[in-house]
């Protein structure tokens, strides 16, 4: 191996390290209060010094440097010569996040932010010169490091495009998007956003495609546009900032703003530079002079340069695997080595008397087989604590910044799942913790008036549930307000005004796209464009989501997942000569279909009755274009489906056998297909098409409306 290789897989170690690290120091600090036992403090300090011995090692002096400034404040709350307090606690935290940028930065080998870096050191400065009876030259390794990393990689002078043509002279945003390539993995759609932003004013969209390879080289699940947008009017940068509220951690984002007007010229808005206070007798830190500041609407005054890519910490393309899952994986291959050898004999026929020791020889083949399947699904199954851990952190924040005092709870953190469904519940799970800490729990004065203690509580728990994995949100606030969701609803026209709906039904609006109840939008949650994305996302993974509320004392959403996005348990349908295979998951129940149940309505679905309901049918032979053994109701079954909140019969010919099928998805050599969430080999070699009962419902619903179902 080369020096440099060598070098790059040491510097992979020493990230990786430093992310725990960081990760060990943010999940203490959370827990820190002034009555902190000294073992906490220890744990955070140990943190901080590996991290400054690694990166001074490796020559990574900007982050060596700004560690010392921090581990010197926690070195004097560990010896008893500072006490904890809440502000030191919120600095330091901070200086976690500044740690977590400079080490991703590092890591990218981009350049750190020494602004930001120089603010922080600053900060910590001051907090250690204010400590009674301590010299001020103790400040001096912080604004040293300060002044190293600025002088060392100056700041680069803010340079602003002049105002586009398309903005004519009025005010308006200039966005540069940049989507990091693995965007689009995230099922995340560049398009939606534009919509979104065309709703706010007039939108110029200028695509750059330098990055785009050749066809030979291009891979269809990698973004590598970029695009330029200009947004017409006075628009808030706030609002600006929530179109991309999903994406910020896979792509770098820079907004400018153009005033407008004569003055558009000679004050075009430039990033703001903030300046760092002085330090009383410390050592002086290099800083850029800051810009005049440019007249820009409420809440984008604070608009600066954009921050670096908000890239994962380690590898997202690894995964650590314990040795005792490896030795038992070898030992499964040992196992199917001997196996082989002994079917290996019969290659050339076999004698009748020997066909009981080759029926011996398939059974251990078959037993083997499942057992190393079962093996290596595990290597991908990681503990939700991955997913969970990021939540103290984010509650700690939005809790003081709404005023309100909340308490977590984490439960089954230990909870494994496929690390694929791992990484894409994420960012649901952050829009309900966040809607639950907006919306659900009151303000304190709020909840002391109602007769409940003042500090309300977030559950947050993971489970097992049959061949399932169940996630749940649990919050005891003031619970969905029924009457107020049913007439929004009725004044957006998504619900008849003489329709009597089920809690459930009402509940279920919320999923709604640009669905709101909010008096006023808020830079956390108000725009009604989350919660459709929740649903949207969830069953993306073959899951289900329900909410169960009560007013006044909470709601719990509750999410229903399967534990791998790589094996489906199925139920086989057949219609006609074709063979189908429906998550069961989505099943509901199979019934015999009755002619006198159904009922045609002219311009609508069929309906059938089914005990005080009505549920459409979908002939899947008319959305999938082949021939049924029938075209009569009575002569089939009716798989009752959910999707999307309500109930819909699927009719098929004839229910075949339920078994684990492995999905193979038709985009690797077709492309994507609604209504069809991939496909599978059967034992018999044929292949059977996997359905996405909610894309299904969706070409279905289209049909109606005027739309070609799949069979066109």
């Given at each position: 191996?080369?020096?440099?290789l060598e070098?790059?897989?040491?510097?992979?170690?020493?990230?990786?390290?430093?992310?725990?690290?960081?990760?060990?120091?943010?999940?203490?600090?959370?827990?820190?209060?002034?009555?902190?036992?000294?073992?906490?403090?220890?744990?955070?300090?140990?943190?901080?010094?590996?991290i400054?011995?690694?990166?001074?090692?490796?020559?990574?002096?900007?982050v060596?440097?700004?560690?010392?400034?921090?581990?010197?404040?926690?070195?004097?709350?560990?010896?008893?010569?500072?006490p904890?307090?809440?502000?030191?606690?919120?600095?330091?935290?901070?200086?976690v996040?500044?740690l977590?940028?400079?080490?991703?930065?590092?890591?990218?080998?981009q350049?750190?932010?020494t602004?930001?870096?120089a603010?922080?050191?600053?900060e910590?400065?001051?907090?250690?010169?204010?400590?009674?009876?301590?010299p001020?030259?103790?400040?001096?390794?912080?604004?040293?490091?300060?002044?190293?990393?600025?002088?060392?990689?100056p700041?680069?002078?803010?340079?602003?495009?002049?105002?586009?043509?398309?903005?004519?002279?009025?005010?308006?945003?200039?966005?540069?998007?940049?989507p990091?390539?693995d965007?689009?993995?995230?099922?995340?759609?560049?398009?939606?956003?534009?919509?979104?932003?065309?709703?706010?004013?007039?939108?110029?969209?200028?695509?750059?495609?330098?990055e785009?390879?050749?066809?030979?080289?291009?891979?269809?699940?990698e973004?590598?546009?970029?695009?330029?947008?200009?947004?017409?009017?006075?628009?808030?940068?706030?609002?600006v900032?929530?179109v991309?509220?999903?994406?910020?951690?896979?792509?770098?984002?820079?907004?400018?703003?153009?005033?407008?007007?004569?003055?558009?010229?000679?004050?075009?808005?430039?990033?703001?530079?903030?300046?760092?206070p002085?330090?009383?007798e410390?050592?002086p830190?290099?800083?850029?002079p800051?810009?005049?500041?440019?007249?820009?609407?409420?809440?984008?005054?604070?608009?600066?340069?954009?921050?670096g890519?908000k890239?994962?910490?380690?590898?997202?393309?690894?995964?650590?695997v314990?040795?005792?899952?490896?030795?038992?994986?070898?030992?499964?291959?040992?196992?199917?080595?001997?196996?082989?050898?002994?079917?290996?004999?019969?290659?050339?026929?076999?004698?009748?008397?020997?066909?009981?020791?080759?029926?011996?020889?398939?059974?251990?083949?078959?037993?083997?087989?499942?057992?190393?399947?079962?093996?290596?699904?595990?290597?991908?199954?990681l503990?939700?604590?991955?997913?969970?851990?990021?939540?103290?952190?984010?509650?700690?924040?939005?809790?003081?910044?709404?005023?309100?005092?909340?308490e977590?709870?984490?439960?089954?953190?230990?909870?494994?799942?496929?690390?694929?469904?791992l990484?894409?519940?994420?960012?649901?799970l952050?829009?309900?913790?966040r809607?639950?800490?907006?919306?659900?729990?009151?303000?304190?004065?709020?909840?002391i008036?109602?007769?409940?203690?003042?500090?309300?509580?977030?559950?947050?728990?993971?489970?097992?549930?049959?061949?399932n994995?169940?996630?749940?949100?649990?919050?005891?606030?003031?619970?969905?307000?029924?009457a107020?969701?049913?007439?929004?609803?009725?004044?957006?026209?998504?619900?008849?005004a003489?329709?009597?709906?089920?809690?459930?039904?009402?509940?279920?609006?919320?999923?709604?796209?640009?669905f709101?109840?909010?008096?006023?939008?808020?830079?956390?949650?108000?725009?009604?464009?989350?919660?459709?994305?929740?649903?949207?996302?969830?069953?993306?993974?073959?899951?289900?989501?329900?909410?169960?509320?009560?007013e006044?004392?909470g709601?719990?959403?509750?999410?229903?997942?399967?534990?791998?996005?790589?094996?489906?348990d199925?139920?086989?349908?057949?219609?006609?000569?074709?063979?189908?295979?429906?998550?069961?998951?989505?099943?509901?129940?199979?019934?015999?279909?009755?002619?006198?149940?159904?009922?045609?309505?002219?311009?609508?679905?069929?309906?059938?009755?089914?005990?005080?309901?009505?549920?459409?049918?979908?002939?899947?032979?008319?959305?999938?274009?082949?021939?049924?053994?029938?075209?009569?109701?009575?002569?089939?079954?009716?798989v009752?489906?959910?999707?999307?909140?309500?109930?819909?019969?699927?009719?098929?010919?004839?229910?075949?056998?339920?078994?684990?099928?492995?999905i193979?998805?038709?985009?690797?050599?077709?492309?994507?297909?609604?209504?069809?969430?991939?496909a599978t080999?059967?034992?018999d070699?044929?292949?059977?098409?996997?359905?996405?009962?909610?894309?299904?419902?969706?070409?279905?619903?289209?049909?109606?409306?005027?739309?070609?179902?799949?069979?066109?």
């Amino acid at each position: 191996m080369s020096l440099d290789l060598e070098m790059e897989e040491i510097h992979k170690i020493f990230f990786e390290e430093s992310f725990e690290g960081l990760d060990v120091m943010e999940s203490r600090l959370l827990n820190l209060d002034v009555n902190a036992d000294r073992e906490t403090i220890n744990s955070i300090f140990r943190a901080a010094h590996s991290i400054k011995g690694g990166a001074a090692t490796f020559g990574f002096m900007e982050v060596s440097n700004f560690t010392h400034g921090v581990e010197t404040l926690l070195d004097e709350m560990r010896n008893g010569t500072r006490p904890v307090t809440p502000d030191a606690i919120q600095l330091l935290l901070q200086s976690v996040d500044g740690l977590r940028e400079m080490v991703k930065a590092v890591q990218a080998k981009q350049p750190i932010d020494t602004q930001r870096i120089a603010v922080l050191s600053d900060e910590i400065a001051q907090l250690l010169a204010r400590h009674p009876g301590r010299p001020a030259p103790v400040a001096a390794p912080a604004a040293a490091a300060t002044t190293a990393v600025t002088t060392a990689v100056p700041a680069p002078v803010p340079v602003v495009d002049p105002a586009p043509a398309f903005l004519q002279g009025g005010p308006g945003w200039v966005i540069d998007f940049r989507p990091h390539r693995d965007m689009l993995r995230t099922n995340n759609e560049p398009l939606r956003m534009f919509a979104e932003l065309a709703r706010l004013g007039a939108l110029n969209v200028v695509a750059e495609t330098d990055e785009v390879p050749s066809l030979e080289s291009l891979q269809a699940d990698e973004c590598y546009l970029r695009w330029r947008l200009e947004l017409a009017g006075a628009v808030e940068k706030r609002t600006v900032e929530e179109v991309f509220d999903w994406v910020d951690a896979n792509c770098t984002i820079a907004y400018q703003y153009h005033a407008g007007g004569a003055e558009a010229s000679a004050a075009t808005p430039t990033p703001v530079v903030v300046a760092p206070p002085p330090v009383a007798e410390a050592a002086p830190v290099a800083t850029a002079p800051a810009p005049a500041p440019v007249p820009v609407p409420e809440a984008a005054a604070t608009a600066g340069a954009a921050p670096g890519p908000k890239a994962t910490g380690g590898d997202a393309g690894s995964i650590r695997v314990s040795t005792t899952k490896v030795d038992h994986l070898i030992n499964l291959v040992g196992e199917l080595v001997i196996t082989q050898s002994m079917l290996s004999r019969f290659a050339d026929g076999c004698s009748p008397a020997e066909l009981e020791k080759l029926r011996e020889g398939l059974t251990q083949l078959t037993r083997n087989t499942r057992e190393l399947q079962e093996s290596v699904m595990q290597i991908r199954m990681l503990p939700i604590s991955f997913a969970f851990n990021r939540f103290p952190r984010l509650v700690h924040d939005l809790s003081r910044k709404l005023g309100k005092k909340v308490e977590l709870k984490l439960s089954g953190e230990g909870t494994e799942l496929d690390k694929t469904v791992l990484e894409k519940i994420s960012d649901p799970l952050v829009h309900l913790v966040r809607n639950a800490l907006d919306h659900g729990l009151e303000k304190p004065e709020v909840r002391i008036a109602a007769g409940k203690p003042e500090t309300g509580t977030i559950e947050l728990a993971a489970f097992h549930e049959g061949g399932n994995i169940i996630i749940e949100v649990k919050d005891d606030g003031g619970g969905l307000h029924k009457a107020k969701i049913l007439a929004r609803a009725r004044e957006r026209g998504l619900v008849a005004a003489d329709a009597e709906l089920s809690d459930d039904q009402i509940h279920n609006l919320i999923f709604a796209a640009g669905f709101s109840t909010a008096d006023s939008i808020s830079d956390v949650s108000g725009r009604g464009v989350g919660m459709d994305v929740v649903r949207r996302n969830i069953q993306d993974l073959g899951g289900v989501v329900q909410i169960a509320s009560h007013e006044g004392r909470g709601s719990t959403i509750r999410i229903r997942l399967p534990l791998t996005l790589a094996i489906l348990d199925g139920q086989l349908v057949r219609v006609g000569a074709d063979t189908y295979v429906i998550s069961l998951v989505a099943i509901v129940e199979t019934i015999q279909a009755q002619k006198d149940r159904l009922n045609a309505v002219p311009g609508s679905a069929e309906l059938f009755r089914l005990r005080d309901e009505y549920i459409p049918v979908v002939r899947l032979y008319e959305m999938f274009g082949v021939e049924p053994d029938s075209r009569a109701v009575e002569d089939g079954l009716l798989v009752v489906v959910e999707a999307e909140g309500r109930r819909f019969g699927v009719l098929v010919d004839d229910l075949l056998a339920q078994q684990q099928v492995v999905i193979k998805t038709l985009e690797t050599n077709y492309r994507q297909v609604a209504g069809v969430a991939g496909a599978t080999i059967l034992g018999d070699g044929t292949v059977a098409l996997i359905i996405d009962v909610p894309g299904l419902v969706q070409v279905f619903n289209d049909s109606f409306a005027g739309r070609s179902p799949l069979a066109a």
